[in-house]
């Protein structure tokens, strides 16, 4: 079941504190507004009394939809540069909240697991599956444009905003997600690629495997290249 808790915020503009009720936990199937939320990025967002300044509260959570088969870790945006032990406690909580009886091993098979870091990399996730796409594809995409453009390796974050007729909307933001550029990949780039495409796989293995689907999985300091003889 989601689970709300009643937690103290401090207002980063004015610096007032006041008391918000926040998710630690969400299960879309009790609570299908919180995707909408999401969707609208209106989740966990909080106008101080104070300052009237709208802000999102961050907190970690675990995001389940289990008609959809999504089981997202939401850990804190700032906490990128831990993703590996980050991505190994996401795959331990999934592994003991199946683990107990044959029924919840069943239910297990078939889910999506990812480690997220921030509201609008989850975000992302569901607007990718929403629009019938493979996460691990897209981030396979941006890859293939940072080639092109070394500039966006220097990005905080990558975003898809939204995937139309003509591609995939890319914000590229900040640290505070600011925006510093928008900038798409082309529907062809998304079309000519496939999830099941064995050269991908083996180009790219580190995107296929782990719960931490991300371009910056490949360029994080922590990443060590595979040794090759």
Not at 7 to 21: D, F, R, S, V
Not at 198 to 214: A, M, N, T
Request: glycine residues 6%.
């Amino acid at each position: 079941m989601s689970t709300w808790f009643d937690e103290q915020i401090t207002c980063p503009g004015c610096g007032l504190e006041q008391t918000a009720k926040l998710a630690r936990g969400i299960h879309v199937s009790r609570a299908p507004e919180a995707r909408d939320q999401v969707f609208d990025r209106t989740f966990h967002r909080v106008t101080c009394r104070g300052c009237a300044l709208r802000f999102v509260a961050a907190r970690p959570l675990v995001y389940t939809d289990m008609e959809r088969k999504h089981w997202v870790h939401v850990a804190l945006a700032g906490e990128t540069p831990r993703w590996p032990e980050m991505e190994k406690l996401a795959s331990d909580v999934f592994e003991r909240a199946f683990t107990g009886s044959p029924l919840a091993a069943e239910m297990r098979d078939g889910f999506r697991l990812r480690l997220v870091f921030g509201i609008e990399e989850l975000r992302e996730k569901l607007v990718i599956w929403r629009a019938g796409y493979s996460d691990a594809v897209v981030e396979c995409a941006k890859l293939q444009l940072i080639a092109k453009d070394t500039s966006l390796a220097l990005a905080e974050r990558l975003l898809v905003d939204e995937i139309d007729d003509a591609g995939a909307a890319l914000l590229v933001v900040d640290a505070d997600d600011k925006l510093i550029r928008q900038t798409l990949i082309p529907m062809s780039l998304l079309e000519e690629q496939s999830d099941d495409d064995d050269r991908l796989r083996r180009y790219l293995p580190e995107l296929f495997g782990g719960g931490f689907v991300s371009w910056r999985r490949m360029t994080s300091p922590r990443y060590r290249a595979p040794m090759t003889r």
